[in-house]
């Protein structure tokens, strides 16, 4: 049953003339009242209530209905008792404590549930360590401070402090964040590496051979390199090369450079690959690697970075993390929900896997059907579409208008992917999604898409820029299933997509694999 919206709440409708967040500041934004899975009840600034299907929100939740209840469920009794204590007058267990006064209690419990992730071998040999955020960009300031500390300390030599950021790259609000945006002011302290982009063909000799250039010129003077093993909204969840990547950080550390990748937002096992981070999937090895986003299940803010190597060096010298601040780490509550939620992801990593290969023909026929209007690319839980440069898309002000016409359908069709400023959406659901809305989703986004290319006039180009065109969805058939009792009470009509391969031999019937999508009772 959804909740009707509060008089509270309706009234507010008016007042986010003063309001300047994501989006235009002093317009109206609506208001989501309620949440199922991608579900979403939005109150619309008109005071319409509409159903959306929320996929995108870039990668901040995980969990959802009663595996997100399982994360909470320590922390909310936790509070209860809070709560009963203050209302006594007695003493109380913190919510939160500042950081100059000491740490919450649960902050041993999360270091030590964390560890059992880390993408390093031989973890007991190394002198490791956590900073504990609250969002990606400040996780992304303490790795290249703990870096560059370290590194100074172990060398003596103060003069390698620049970072190094991919050509197209974001770690965080580009006005004051590392990254290649730089809207407000030069960001003298950072400079740029050649990096392979989404929709264009990769000579990896060519990339190698100027990035070597690059390191030949600017080597000394770096510290740290920052990667994103996936590239966020940047490039709309466009995967590096796995070989090409190992080969950039292979370089660096050669050179003495620190690498640090941040995962905040294809970690947490989103990518596909069976763990925690991708860095422990293909045995990257970087010096740090970042985590957040979902990681406390998107209730409450928490991210971090961990140094490989390091700690008994600031412990030598009195150091720690300089980016540090009140609510850093701070929080029982967000620390409770991210042990419990480190110790709860495992049991889905091989369900990611699975809706991984069912995002893949989804997206591939979205690149399809758009007849190069898109780019379609990602992997595990964490996909994406770039509208492409060819054709009447090569024009900055067609691309530009195709983007906001696929966003007005995207609305009207009740589906929110991730629209990121490169000129595309993402899509990142909740990791416990069944297959049924799996393909739901798809069924809109090729529905918006359409619709664009109707409005737009475009016409297909001779070149087409799908790599697998083995597969193609056919006409939607109702089947009814019986799933756990551990995560649905009831029947549920499965609305999927029968898909066949380019010859007709086999019918891939989902029902027959919907095991592949759900951990084991317990």
Not at 173 to 193: E, L, V
Not at 261 to 271: F, K, N, T, V, Y
């Given at each position: 049953?959804?909740?009707?919206?509060?008089?509270?709440?309706?009234?507010?409708?008016?007042?986010?003339?003063?309001?300047?967040?994501?989006?235009?500041?002093?317009?109206?934004?609506?208001?989501?009242?309620?949440?199922?899975?991608?579900?979403?009840?939005?109150?619309?600034?008109?005071?319409?209530?509409?159903?959306?299907?929320?996929?995108?929100?870039?990668?901040?939740?995980?969990?959802?209905?009663?595996?997100?209840?399982?994360?909470?469920?320590?922390?909310?009794?936790?509070?209860?008792?809070?709560?009963?204590?203050?209302?006594?007058?007695?003493?109380?267990?913190?919510?939160?404590?500042?950081?100059?006064?000491?740490?919450?209690?649960?902050?041993?419990?999360?270091?030590?549930?964390?560890?059992?992730?880390?993408?390093?071998?031989?973890?007991?040999?190394?002198?490791?360590?956590?900073?504990?955020?609250?969002?990606?960009?400040?996780?992304?300031?303490?790795?290249?401070?703990?870096?560059?500390?370290?590194?100074?300390?172990?060398?003596?030599?103060?003069?390698?402090?620049?970072?190094?950021?991919?050509?197209?790259?974001?770690?965080?609000?580009?006005?004051?964040?590392?990254?290649?945006?730089?809207?407000?002011?030069?960001?003298?302290?950072?400079?740029?590496?050649?990096?392979?982009?989404?929709?264009?063909?990769?000579?990896?000799?060519?990339?190698?051979?100027?990035?070597?250039?690059?390191?030949?010129?600017?080597?000394?003077?770096?510290?740290?390199?920052?990667v994103e093993p996936q590239w966020g909204s940047s490039q709309a969840a466009f995967p590096w090369p796995k070989?090409?990547?190992?080969?950039?950080?292979?370089?660096?550390?050669?050179?003495?450079?620190?690498?640090?990748?941040?995962?905040?937002?294809?970690?947490?096992?989103?990518?596909?690959?069976?763990?925690?981070?991708?860095?422990k999937a293909w045995d990257l090895s970087p010096d740090a690697v970042t985590f957040g986003k979902a990681i406390?299940?998107?209730?409450?803010?928490?991210?971090?970075?961990?140094?490989?190597?390091?700690?008994?060096?600031?412990?030598?010298?009195?150091?720690?993390?300089?980016?540090?601040?009140?609510?850093?780490?701070?929080?029982?509550?967000?620390?409770?929900?991210?042990?419990?939620?480190?110790?709860?992801?495992?049991?889905?990593?091989?369900?990611?896997?699975?809706?991984?290969?069912?995002?893949?023909?989804?997206?591939?026929?979205?690149?399809?059907?758009?007849?190069?209007?898109?780019?379609?690319?990602?992997?595990?839980?964490?996909?994406?579409?770039?509208?492409?440069?060819?054709?009447?898309?090569?024009?900055?002000?067609?691309?530009?208008?195709?983007?906001?016409?696929?966003?007005?359908?995207?609305?009207?069709?009740?589906?929110?992917?991730?629209?990121?400023?490169?000129?595309?959406?993402?899509?990142?659901?909740?990791?416990?999604?069944?297959?049924?809305?799996?393909?739901?989703?798809?069924?809109?986004?090729?529905?918006?898409?359409?619709?664009?290319?109707?409005?737009?006039?475009?016409?297909?180009?001779?070149?087409?820029?799908?790599?697998?065109?083995?597969?193609?969805?056919?006409?939607?058939?109702?089947?009814?299933?019986?799933?756990?009792?551990?995560?649905?009470?009831?029947?549920?009509?499965?609305?999927?997509?029968?898909?066949?391969?380019?010859?007709?031999?086999?019918?891939?019937?989902?029902?027959?694999?919907?095991?592949?999508?759900?951990?084991?009772?317990?």
């Amino acid at each position: 049953m959804t909740p009707a919206p509060t008089r509270s709440v309706v009234s507010k409708l008016d007042e986010h003339s003063n309001y300047a967040g994501r989006g235009v500041a002093g317009q109206g934004k609506p208001i989501t009242i309620a949440k199922n899975g991608v579900r979403h009840i939005r109150l619309m600034p008109s005071g319409e209530k509409k159903e959306v299907l929320s996929v995108g929100l870039a990668c901040s939740e995980c969990l959802s209905g009663p595996q997100l209840a399982k994360v909470l469920k320590r922390g909310f009794e936790y509070e209860q008792q809070v709560m009963m204590d203050l209302m006594a007058g007695n003493y109380a267990a913190p919510l939160s404590i500042h950081t100059s006064s000491g740490v919450p209690e649960a902050t041993s419990e999360f270091i030590d549930a964390l560890k059992q992730h880390l993408p390093w071998d031989n973890i007991h040999t190394l002198d490791w360590c956590v900073s504990l955020q609250l969002e990606g960009a400040s996780a992304v300031w303490a790795a290249i401070d703990m870096l560059l500390q370290e590194q100074i300390l172990a060398t003596g030599d103060k003069n390698r402090k620049m970072v190094a950021v991919g050509t197209t790259s974001y770690h965080g609000p580009p006005s004051t964040s590392f990254g290649s945006k730089s809207p407000m002011w030069a960001k003298n302290y950072q400079i740029k590496y050649p990096t392979p982009e989404a929709g264009k063909s990769i000579d990896e000799i060519q990339l190698l051979s100027q990035y070597e250039a690059f390191l030949d010129q600017y080597a000394n003077d770096i510290g740290v390199l920052l990667v994103e093993p996936q590239w966020g909204s940047s490039q709309a969840a466009f995967p590096w090369p796995k070989e090409l990547l190992k080969k950039y950080i292979t370089m660096a550390q050669d050179r003495g450079i620190k690498v640090c990748a941040d995962e905040i937002m294809c970690g947490l096992g989103r990518h596909g690959h069976g763990t925690l981070f991708v860095s422990k999937a293909w045995d990257l090895s970087p010096d740090a690697v970042t985590f957040g986003k979902a990681i406390a299940g998107g209730a409450y803010p928490l991210s971090g970075a961990i140094m490989k190597r390091g700690r008994d060096m600031l412990t030598k010298h009195g150091r720690s993390a300089m980016q540090s601040h009140t609510f850093a780490g701070a929080s029982q509550r967000a620390l409770m929900a991210g042990t419990d939620v480190l110790n709860e992801l495992p049991k889905w990593l091989p369900s990611i896997t699975k809706l991984g290969e069912e995002m893949r023909h989804i997206f591939s026929y979205l690149e399809k059907i758009s007849k190069g209007m898109l780019i379609c690319h990602g992997q595990g839980l964490m996909w994406g579409g770039l509208f492409s440069k060819v054709g009447k898309s090569a024009s900055d002000d067609y691309r530009a208008d195709a983007f906001n016409c696929f966003m007005k359908h995207a609305e009207d069709v009740g589906v929110l992917p991730y629209f990121v400023p490169a000129g595309g959406f993402m899509v990142t659901p909740v990791v416990d999604i069944d297959v049924s809305t799996v393909y739901e989703i798809g069924e809109k986004l090729a529905e918006a898409v359409e619709r664009t290319m109707a409005d737009m006039d475009w016409k297909a180009q001779s070149k087409c820029t799908v790599e697998d065109d083995s597969l193609f969805l056919k006409e939607m058939s109702e089947i009814e299933v019986k799933c756990l009792p551990s995560l649905h009470a009831t029947k549920f009509a499965l609305h999927v997509p029968a898909l066949y391969v380019k010859t007709g031999a086999d019918v891939l019937s989902p029902p027959n694999r919907l095991a592949d999508f759900i951990p084991s009772a317990e």
